[in-house]
């Protein structure tokens, strides 16, 4: 079977540390979409390493990582990732497969994304600029060019001709720019990346599936931010949930065992875009601060807020979560009361649980339920029945209202930073 870890918010709630953590059940871990504007910081031996493309898994010499179809991947950015990794002495070549119907970002796919970006104004999306969107444009366009056109003997004429089509829409943006080194650094990480097992990963996946071996699927971004179900338009752009396994590795949906679901104990946002329980006071500062909450691909500072049930439950029914994993309690340490937006009152009065098709034209008022918080220190503890009483309230009220588990607390960044709330059932 094929288990699937991805997360429930509005991305960054932690799924590299437990894809890492996950790993050694597993003999294959497969990304199944986005591209590096995602970014799954793992800790390990007072070791930090911030991945983007490549699979989480790649640091558990026994496991098969996977980049799948449904990745979109920038060569350049590949190669630098790579060279990050040299220092941990891995058989990077050995352990790691590339699909080739993997979607190819290409220079001027950064700067479409900067254009239309400069073009939107004040009603900027809040894009990471690393030409995600425009990449998958041209893939639903059917123009794009996929890792196994670089084996092509005319791979540059293919190249050529995208590059025509977009400069044609850069000049109509007026938009200024100069190729000659990006260029360079990208037919040098081509040439790089033909060193790669390319394969057609759908049969791997399946074969390993035959052979009974395990598989983790690790989605990238987060379910609020799908193309379909997200707080449109400001979502990236691709299929964020479950759905997304079968379609960005190539299985089919009787394959699907386990549904991890990750979320923090409190909400982040990065970029623009709706969000009902943002806290835009000191305490959100405080909160930010405590959580290091900047974006580990950009940098840039995440908007924080309370919990919000009506987003998770909604996230949970489209995922088919089976098993929830809450991440930075240790962030609330600092806490005398602890706040989860319940349900949300609309503008004309009505209370409801459920997500509006229109959120982010309509302003809702969350509704709250407040717990005492827990005001001590979280480290240390590897059980439950060591955590406050006042955590352990908080995490139950969740259980009975979610009607999911909570199998494990994070109670910080390294992988050891793991409370066990119950047997995981893999």
């Given at each position: 079977?094929i288990?699937?870890?991805?997360?429930?918010?509005w991305?960054?709630?932690?799924?590299g540390?437990?894809?890492?953590?996950?790993?050694?059940?597993?003999?294959?871990?497969?990304?199944?979409?986005g591209?590096?504007?995602?970014?799954?910081?793992?800790?390990?031996?007072?070791n930090?390493?911030?991945l983007?493309?490549?699979?989480?898994?790649?640091?558990?010499?026994d496991?098969?990582?996977i980049?799948?179809?449904?990745?979109?991947?920038?060569?350049?950015?590949?190669?630098?990732?790579i060279?990050?990794?040299?220092?941990?002495?891995?058989?990077?070549?050995?352990?790691?497969?590339?699909?080739?119907?993997?979607?190819?970002?290409i220079?001027?796919?950064?700067?479409?994304?900067?254009?239309?970006?400069?073009?939107?104004?004040?009603?900027?999306?809040?894009?990471t600029?690393?030409?995600?969107?425009?990449?998958?444009?041209?893939?639903?366009?059917?123009q794009?060019?996929?890792?196994?056109?670089?084996?092509?003997?005319?791979?540059?004429k293919?190249?050529?001709?995208?590059?025509a089509?977009?400069?044609?829409?850069?000049?109509?943006?007026?938009?200024?720019?100069?190729?000659?080194?990006?260029?360079?650094?990208?037919?040098?990480?081509?040439?790089?990346?033909?060193?790669?097992?390319?394969?057609?990963?759908?049969?791997?996946?399946?074969?390993s599936?035959?052979?009974?071996?395990?598989?983790?699927?690790?989605?990238?971004?987060?379910s609020l931010?799908?193309i379909?179900?997200?707080?449109?338009?400001?979502?990236?752009?691709?299929?964020?949930?479950?759905?997304?396994?079968?379609?960005g590795?190539?299985?089919a949906?009787n394959?699907?065992?386990?549904?991890?679901?990750?979320?923090?104990?409190?909400?982040?946002?990065?970029?623009?875009?709706?969000?009902?329980?943002?806290?835009?006071?000191?305490?959100?500062?405080?909160?930010r601060?405590?959580?290091?909450?900047?974006g580990?691909?950009?940098g840039?500072?995440?908007?924080?807020?309370?919990?919000?049930?009506?987003a998770?439950?909604?996230?949970?029914?489209?995922?088919g979560?089976?098993?929830?994993?809450m991440?930075?309690?240790d962030?609330?340490?600092?806490?005398?009361e602890?706040?989860?937006?319940?349900?949300?009152r609309?503008?004309?009065?009505?209370?409801?649980?459920?997500?509006p098709?229109?959120l982010?034209?309509?302003?809702?008022?969350?509704?709250?339920?407040?717990?005492k918080?827990w005001?001590?220190s979280?480290?240390?503890?590897?059980?439950?029945?060591?955590?406050?009483?006042?955590?352990?309230?908080?995490?139950?009220?969740?259980?009975?209202?979610?009607?999911?588990?909570?199998?494990?607390?994070?109670?910080g960044?390294?992988?050891?930073?793991l409370?066990?709330?119950?047997?995981?059932?893999?």
């Amino acid at each position: 079977m094929i288990d699937i870890l991805l997360g429930l918010q509005w991305g960054d709630e932690g799924k590299g540390k437990i894809v890492d953590v996950l790993a050694p059940d597993y003999q294959v871990v497969a990304r199944f979409q986005g591209g590096p504007n995602a970014g799954h910081t793992l800790e390990f031996n007072g070791n930090k390493h911030v991945l983007h493309q490549i699979p989480s898994g790649i640091f558990r010499p026994d496991c098969l990582n996977i980049i799948g179809n449904g990745v979109v991947l920038d060569p350049i950015i590949f190669r630098k990732e790579i060279d990050a990794l040299a220092k941990y002495n891995l058989e990077l070549r050995k352990n790691l497969v590339i699909s080739k119907k993997t979607a190819v970002i290409i220079p001027t796919h950064r700067l479409l994304d900067a254009a239309y970006e400069k073009a939107k104004g004040d009603a900027k999306i809040g894009s990471t600029l690393k030409g995600i969107g425009p990449a998958y444009s041209d893939k639903v366009a059917r123009q794009g060019l996929r890792l196994g056109d670089i084996l092509s003997p005319n791979f540059k004429k293919k190249y050529q001709d995208l590059v025509a089509k977009h400069t044609q829409i850069l000049d109509f943006y007026n938009f200024e720019y100069d190729l000659t080194e990006a260029e360079k650094d990208f037919f040098s990480a081509i040439e790089f990346i033909k060193e790669f097992d390319l394969r057609d990963t759908e049969y791997i996946v399946n074969d390993s599936l035959k052979s009974g071996q395990r598989i983790l699927a690790e989605g990238a971004q987060g379910s609020l931010l799908d193309i379909d179900f997200g707080s449109y338009p400001f979502v990236t752009s691709s299929n964020t949930t479950a759905a997304g396994v079968c379609s960005g590795l190539g299985v089919a949906p009787n394959t699907i065992g386990e549904v991890f679901g990750i979320f923090k104990a409190y909400c982040t946002r990065v970029g623009s875009g709706p969000f009902p329980t943002e806290l835009k006071d000191d305490l959100g500062e405080k909160i930010r601060q405590e959580g290091r909450e900047f974006g580990a691909t950009t940098g840039r500072p995440r908007r924080t807020g309370w919990l919000d049930l009506p987003a998770l439950k909604y996230s949970i029914m489209l995922n088919g979560v089976t098993q929830l994993i809450m991440m930075k309690a240790d962030v609330l340490n600092f806490l005398d009361e602890v706040k989860i937006c319940t349900h949300y009152r609309l503008p004309d009065g009505t209370i409801t649980e459920q997500m509006p098709f229109d959120l982010t034209d309509t302003d809702v008022e969350p509704i709250y339920k407040s717990f005492k918080g827990w005001e001590c220190s979280l480290e240390g503890m590897r059980t439950f029945d060591q955590i406050p009483a006042e955590l352990a309230d908080y995490v139950s009220y969740l259980e009975d209202v979610l009607e999911v588990p909570i199998s494990f607390i994070s109670t910080g960044p390294d992988r050891e930073a793991l409370i066990l709330r119950e047997a995981l059932a893999v």
